[in-house]
């Protein structure tokens, strides 16, 4: 739809009362159109909440846009692909459709017809082009702010939000920078040294938050006009608010900040063959008991996962070089930089090994992830002002709260710049099916195993943990190097492939031998449960396939409960649409999900018992 005028209320009104699928109209005389949302915070929800979902998008006359869009044109689309398209004087208004003497031409044509497709080509395309999407600015405050969707809303409509201006991620930034200079002035066991910025031109909230994040800090002086504090001050102020320690990468260090100590992690190589290789026989250790402390269907398997997990831990620091590289080339997405997500039954370990990951990160600075319980959408959402790229690491999250925080998952690397470093996420759950959106967003590693609680396993559990090992300060010398080489390629589709050569690097300068169930490519791709558990039912007779021209229907047996086939078409990935009917899957991708499935679709096996049945018995 292309109108001259038209108020946001008779839109939303016309929206609801016609019960609308979808409406897309052109507004043509606003640049402002904030304006007409004055103290109507409800009536701003609503439309923001609509255009988020792509029900209800309007586009208004764009600030750099000289001419006014004057066209009056109305299309209308019928469930028979049959087209109704109106074109006069009548503006969208009540007025216009109700009192007033105005004239309209009617034509009736098809959606697929070549005209009308030129028409809409020419005439609406073009029109659009001189637009912009309304609240879109709104949706990106409400993604990134530190404040709540309401807050943000009430600030919006009253035109007190900057686009631009994030003053703590300001601040953040103004620190980190300080923080990189002082440690390149310095050696590594440097003496304390102070943080010195201006406060002018700031906003008394911020300045109070600052007081807040410092509070009890004998170190630090915080006035109306400066800041002044230690390095160690500045840390633990970072760690109270974001959970999390300052890690700094640049092009030939990576800077720890930590509230105990302050340590460049790269550490060169030489002479370090013997030590690389008692670091490297520690992480086998650790992996190798579960052949004695676990239940497993396959050993190998579940040791490959592990080490996969593994290599994300150590590539999330360096995020911030990926996230630079995959932005230059156009692809920067939470599709490409995608989260961890281990997903096992509760006593499958993973608590344990995401403690004896994050302490070989960290040196044994830091101890343990973050429980789901103590994390709010305040918090998660602050994540992206946080300036470190020590992953955010999160224990027994349940896959609602990941759904309550969609917009944040969707949009974690939107709007991301140079200068700022944020965290990786890491998550490992009791849940093994998120939904769609989020698996197509995450590197899904399942734990299938059963660690066997006794007194020995605890003991041995707590031995390795104990031992020291600096792997990751060699690993980061190694790393940082191919990453001056410019060696990241964003067409790889496995994005951890340069820290798998890496560690192929390590091996081979510790004179040892690789071990069998080292991933050399993404271990998810080697062996997927989801497609396991899919072929076992084939095997069994519980499901069987019929092809057809454009559809793959998959037919459950009659001892097959509806939650079951609800749990079998989540294991598809986002790329593969289907539709559950009764007791059938209609899969309507057929060419992904053969790729998915990754062998030829079989005949149906149902089918061919039943033919035996009938030769034996006759």
Known sequence: MITFCASPEYILDTFNKFNLDKLKIVVGDKSDYRRDLS?????????????????????TRSSDSKPYIHTKLYILEKENDEILILH?????????????????????????????????????????????IFLEDLSKQIDNSDQSRKEVINL??????????????????????????????????EIENKISLSLV????????????????????????????????????????????????????????????????????LKNASSKINKN??????????????????????????MYEVLLYFFWAPFNYFYAKEYKRNGMLSTKNLPYLYIYGEFDSGKSSYLKFLIQLISLDKVIEPIQADDIGKKKMRNLRNSMTTFPFVIDDIEKKKIHRYKSIFN???????????????????????????????AKMIAFDMQFIDTN??????????????????????????????????????????????TFIDLYEYANKEIPEYFPESPAETIYNPEIDKWKKAFEEDQISFNQKEDTIVVEFNDSFPSYKIREFGRDLTGNIRYEIMGSKLVIKDPDNFKEWYGEEIK????????????????
């Open 39 to 59: 103290n109507k915070p409800e009536l701003a929800n609503k439309l923001e909440k609509l255009k988020r979902e792509g029900k209800l998008i309007i586009y």
């Open 88 to 132: 006069g004087s009548p503006n969208f208004s009540k007025n216009a459709w109700g009192s007033q003497h105005e004239s309209v031409t009617e034509f009736h044509t098809n959606k697929n017809s070549k005209e009308y497709n030129e028409f809409i080509e020419k005439i609406w395309e073009v029109e659009k082009n001189y637009c912009e």
């Open 156 to 189: 919006y409509i009253k035109g007190n939000v900057s686009e631009n201006r994030n003053e703590i991620k300001e601040i953040n930034k103004k620190m980190i920078e300080e923080t990189k200079k002082i440690v390149n002035k310095t050696s590594n066991k």
């Open 201 to 268: 031109n700031f906003d008394k909230k911020t300045k109070e938050h600052l007081k807040n994040r410092h509070k009890s800090f004998n170190d630090i002086s915080i006035n109306d006009k400066y800041f002044n504090g230690s390095l160690t001050s500045v840390a633990k102020g970072f760690n109270r608010v974001y959970g999390i320690p300052n890690l700094i990468p640049t092009k030939d260090k990576l800077i720890f900040n930590h509230p105990n100590e302050k340590i460049l992690m790269n550490k060169k």
């Open 280 to 305: 490297l026989s520690h992480i086998e250790e650790y992996l190798n008991s579960v052949d004695k402390y676990s239940s497993f269907d396959n050993s190998k398997l579940i040791k490959m996962y």
């Open 411 to 441: 949009n974690y690397w939107s709007n991301w710049s140079e200068d700022q470093y944020i965290p990786s996420l890491i998550m490992s759950s009791n849940d093994n099916r998120p939904k769609s959106w989020f698996r197509n967003r």
């Open 456 to 501: 020995e396993s605890q003991y041995e559990s707590v031995k390795l943990m104990k031992k020291n090992n600096d792997i990751f300060r060699y690993y980061s010398q190694l790393h940082l190097k191919k990453l001056e080489e410019n060696r990241i390629e964003v067409k790889n589709d496995d994005f951890l492939y340069l820290v798998r050569e």
């Open 603 to 618: 005949k149906d096996k149902n089918i061919i018992k039943s033919l035996k049945n009938i030769f034996i018995n006759n």
